[in-house]
């Protein structure tokens, strides 16, 4: 089966850096994805990692490392409106299934 | 460009009640996806369908049905209602020759009192 272990919480000030990691175990790796969800709102697609690395657009990156089954989204020059919750999520099912999992989430609060 | 529709957007239901919440999306995707987002639970999937006229169940199917009324249209069915379906659900959809991004409604809250 596929598990992701993402913080539940995290708090940062506006201007600064935070960094969201995320551990997965999946049978069958296809690449990691990232979603931001804003209080009320529809997850949005923010990422996707299929090779090790660092994919950056503008002022979010993410990273990926296969041998250690992990991945983090880098918030650079944080902003009140980044508070939202981030979601890691990679694909499970077998064949041409395609299911998007997702982890339970991640809240960042950015204060003032 | 409407993307992925979901109606109602709020819902009330007695126990027992039964109700279709409605899905359509406009980007000519093959797969889409009904999931339920619980706090501190994240997105669970409770049925997807892989193409038309294919469904399957997810991780949490129990108390609810699916059909996949053409390319366009996903519903998902709750039979008699229970509280724990109080919920926010979301329906998504991906193109299937893109695997990174799934398109999704802006949900339906739904409260079985």
């Known amino acids: 089966g596929q598990s992701l272990e993402q913080p539940s919480e995290v708090t940062a000030v506006e201007g600064a850096i935070v960094q969201i990691n995320c551990t997965y175990q999946t049978s069958g790796f296809y690449g990691l994805s990232w979603y931001q969800q804003h209080d009320g709102g529809a997850p949005t697609f923010l990422s996707y990692?299929?090779?090790?690395g660092l994919e950056e657009t503008g002022r979010f990156s993410s990273f990926l490392s296969r041998s250690d089954s992990y991945g983090y989204l880098l918030l650079q020059e944080l902003q009140m409106k980044d508070s939202a919750s981030y979601f890691c999520a990679v694909r499970s099912g077998s064949g041409g299934s395609y299911i998007p999992t997702f982890g339970r989430g991640t809240s960042l609060i950015v204060h003032p | 460009n409407a993307g992925v529709t979901q109606t109602p957007k709020f819902q009330v239901l007695k126990t027992g009640q039964s109700m279709t919440l409605q899905c359509a999306q406009d980007?000519?995707?093959?797969?889409m996806y009904w999931y339920r987002q619980d706090p501190g639970m994240g997105l669970r999937l409770i049925y997807y369908?892989?193409?038309?006229?294919?469904?399957d169940k997810g991780e949490v199917p129990n108390g609810y049905n699916v059909s996949r009324l053409n390319k366009r249209e996903f519903s998902l069915r709750l039979e008699s209602a229970a509280p724990s379906q109080t919920s926010v659900y979301f329906c998504?959809?991906?193109?299937?020759?893109?695997?990174?991004?799934?398109?999704f409604g802006q949900g339906t809250r739904l409260t079985v009192v």
């Open positions: 998504a959809s991906r193109d299937r020759e893109i695997y990174t991004e799934a398109f």
């Open positions: 980007m000519n995707h093959n797969s």
């Open positions: 990692n299929g090779l090790d």
């Open positions: 369908s892989a193409s038309e006229g294919t469904t």
